[in-house]
């Protein structure tokens, strides 16, 4: 049932780890997203994807890496995790990056501590 | 200047009260313009889309000056339940593609 779905909800790791977060949306949506929602609450993109295609990349570090392996899915691979990475990551989707007034539907989100 | 400009509050009003938000946006070229609401520790969801000639849903009005650059949403009749983050989302083109920015978000108490 639900739209826009994350695993896992809560993430703690080590520094230096690598780690992924996985994101589906059952919706039907050509574009899907990554935010980051840091301590002060600022949410700011990081990624979005259409159709599977790299659309938007934000100056994120390269240690960050999207994979979207079909329109529905849209994976987070982090490497060598640090103490700023420390976060919540949304995922969100709409229906079609091209159309200015499409509504975004988020994930549950994932809270990533890096100790 | 950040792209989107939201006053954080928190904006403490009691029951009843009609509380309004405002947020200014840098880039004239933005094409649309929504307000979300974020529960603590939840994700964001949609409560409105904003539209020139000014929109109502229930107690909430949202309208858009486009010549100042600002939105704002005004609540009326503020019931416990709106306690919550109002983000202010503004979509922009670059490059021939749109981005959502979010503001920081504007924090409403609705005290009993």
Redesign the interface.
Known sequence: DTAVSQTPKYLVTQMGNDKSIKCEQNLGHDTMYWYKQDSKKFLKIMFSYNNKELIINETVPNRFSPKSPDKAHLNLHINSLELGDSAVYFCASSQDLNRESDEQFFGPGTRLTVL | RKEVEQDPGPFNVPEGATVAFNCTYSNSAS??F?WYRQDCR?????LM?VYSSGNEDGRFTAQLNRASQYISLLIRDSKLSDSA?Y?CVV?T?TS???????G??TRLKVLA
């Open positions: 094409q649309s929504f939840k994700e964001p969801k949609l889309s983050t983000l979509n083109a021939g593609t749109y981005k959502y920015i979010f920081t978000g």
